[in-house]
């Protein structure tokens, strides 16, 4: 879990570890102001009650401080000169991004590519800001008053810092309806959301949205020939297997009769070493199945996974019919 707690404005400090000592107290028993260019930051142990040491301090970079949570697919670090780093460690991925967005300003987001939820304090200019991936991301949240601003993962980080708890009855109630069109509401009174592909900056005085990520406005790809096209979305496919494959020593995959995940199966074995393996894993029809099939479709997927593993002898393919489970 990330978080942080900015006063915008205010002197004096609160004592070191205050933010982390009233998380994991689930209450808010800190005194003392924040100046808008400090803060309290605490990382909280996933599944844990356990805090960090209070000498524990989030990653600084330049003006930056960085809180990340979640993971980088295509970690930038020749550019970055951060060859042989540890990538699924969130400290080296917070310094990562901290020298992305120093590097790269506001294009980071359109660069990285990931699951991931930021916050980053910008000492030299006063401003806290937040960040999700677009498509996927961790949640990140955010109360938002004149005198602080409280950002968490989740939403008992916010209330462990004195808000109270009110359930957001019109976020409920739009739930129920499958009304879903409302990406900022939280299901707290007084908590928003970050969307996806959306940074939101504070300032001591203001505050704004914007998109880092839109679909719908990326430069349009052309090239001269299909052959092209094709070795481009290849490339893409491999460089996206090799990131799925990053430290995984027993991969698998789901693998039906269709295209899509035979395709992915055979670039994990064309990045897989000569003697590594790949299972997968695919149900298929019970016993009693009556052979009916919808015109154009087919109902055993058996067959077709049998002949693409005839193709790929270190696809190891195995089989479930959920026989006797009623489903």
Avoid at 23 to 40: M, N, R, Y
Avoid at 106 to 128: C, F, K, N, P
Avoid at 291 to 296: K, V
Wanted: aromatic share 10%.
């Amino acid at each position: 879990m990330i978080a942080i707690e900015w006063l915008r404005r205010g002197e004096g400090a609160l004592s070191p570890g205050g933010f982390a000592q009233a998380l994991a107290a689930g209450s808010a028993k800190a005194s003392g102001q924040f100046a808008a260019e400090q803060f309290q930051a605490a990382e909280l142990l996933a599944f844990s009650g356990r805090r960090r040491a209070l000498g524990w301090r989030p990653v600084e970079v330049g003006p930056l401080t960085v809180l990340f949570s979640g993971h980088l697919d295509n970690p930038p670090l020749a550019e970055l000169d951060e060859l042989g780093a540890d990538w699924t460690d969130p400290r080296v991925l917070a310094r990562l991004y901290a020298k992305s967005r120093l590097r790269w300003g506001a294009a980071t987001d359109r660069r990285l590519i990931g699951e991931y939820a930021v916050i980053e304090l910008d000492r030299s200019a006063r401003t806290l800001r937040l960040v999700r991936s677009p498509l996927r991301a961790p949640p990140l949240q955010y109360h938002a008053g004149e005198e602080r601003v409280i950002a968490a993962s989740v939403p008992r980080a916010i209330h462990a810092a004195g808000l109270p708890v009110r359930l957001n009855e019109a976020k409920l109630a739009d739930h129920g309806l499958f009304n879903f069109s409302d990406p900022v509401a939280g299901w707290f009174v007084g908590i928003e959301r970050v969307p996806l592909g959306t940074e939101v900056v504070f300032t001591p005085g203001e505050s704004a949205s914007r998109l880092v990520y839109d679909l719908r406005a990326l430069p349009k790809v052309r090239m001269r020939s299909d052959s092209e096209y094709l070795e481009a979305a290849h490339s893409l496919l491999s460089e996206g297997t090799r990131a799925a494959l990053h430290g995984c020593k027993r991969p698998g995959v789901m693998l039906s009769g269709g295209l899509d995940s035979p395709i992915v199966a055979a670039k994990a074995l064309a990045e897989l070493p000569p003697d590594g393996t790949l299972r997968s894993y695919t149900f298929t029809v019970e016993p009693e199945w009556d052979g009916f099939e919808f015109p154009g479709q087919f109902g055993n997927e058996r067959p077709l996974v049998e002949a693409f593993a005839a193709m790929y002898p270190r696809l190891e393919a195995r089989f479930f019919d959920n026989a006797g489970s009623g489903f």
